[in-house]
T-cell receptor, first 114, second 112 residues
Framework: NAGVTQTPKFQVLKTGQSMTLQCAQD?????MSWYRQDPGMGLRLIHY?????ITDQGEVPNGYNVSRSTTEDFPLRLLSAAPSQTSVYFC???WGAGWREKLFFGSGTQLSVL | SQQGEEDPQALSIQEGENATMNCSYK?????LQWYRQNSGRGLVHLIL?????REKHSGRLRVTLDTSKKSSSLLITASRAADTASYFC????????????FGTGTRLQVTL
């Protein structure tokens, strides 16, 4: 199993550009989530999904969209990139009943918005 | 605001010494977890302690939880250079919808 796979690993955008961060997991996990990590801030939840077709907002959802059409994939879309979205983004997944007890993380996407 | 606050922010020790890091939180929890993050990598789950437990061991890791003080500690015994990483606590707060709340982390440096 590959676990949680994030692409790309690095990305540079100009202000106003849009892009999609990809996240895929091969563990048949129902729960998937996106976090951003900023220095001194820890990880903050952006959006999460408890199953295909179900998504909800986290702590810092503004400027981001998500969809969950399959169990495996949970892409994060930046609609119009801003310098404040410069961060490291992590996708995480877990199984349904135990999702609050152990998250599996991808290796992250480092995004710079100029 | 952050639920978990780790202390210290950074810790430097020599190989073979013990490393202790602390986490304080603000609200009632179902469980508290510790994760490790190596530089440039994702977080890896280390250990979970439930709200009705006071101490838990896993290999060289020892976690304690004091719900009356809303605090937890992670002890790594006989540290190795490979333990160099950032360590985060995460809390599953009671009554919240579908999220874990992460602290700001402790950066541990283990030197030879």
């Amino acid at each position: 199993n590959a676990g949680v796979t994030q692409t790309p690993k690095f990305q540079v955008l100009k202000t106003g550009q849009s892009m999609t961060l990809q996240c895929a997991q091969d563990m048949n996990h129902e729960y998937m989530s996106w976090y951003r990590q900023d220095p001194g801030m820890g990880l903050r939840l952006i959006h999460y999904s408890v199953g295909a077709g179900i998504t909800d907002q986290g702590e810092v959802p503004n400027g981001y969209n998500v969809s969950r059409s399959t169990t495996e994939d949970f892409p994060l879309r930046l609609l119009s990139a801003a310098p404040s979205q410069t961060s490291v983004y992590f996708c995480a997944s877990s199984w349904g009943a135990g999702w609050r007890e152990k998250l599996f993380f991808g290796s992250g996407t480092q995004l710079s918005v100029l | 605001s952050q639920q978990g606050e780790e202390d210290p922010q950074a810790l430097s020790i020599q190989e073979g010494e013990n490393a202790t890091m602390n986490c304080s939180y603000k609200t009632s929890i179902n469980n508290l977890q510790w994760y490790r993050q190596n530089s440039g990598r994702g977080l890896v789950h280390l250990i979970l302690i439930r709200s009705n437990e006071r101490e838990k061991h896993s290999g060289r890791l020892r976690v304690t939880l004091d719900t009356s003080k809303k605090s937890s500690s992670l002890l790594i015994t006989a540290s190795r250079a490979a333990d160099t990483a950032s360590y985060f606590c995460a809390t599953d707060e009671t009554g919240t919808a579908s999220k874990l709340t992460f602290g700001t982390g402790t950066r541990l440096q283990v030197t030879l």
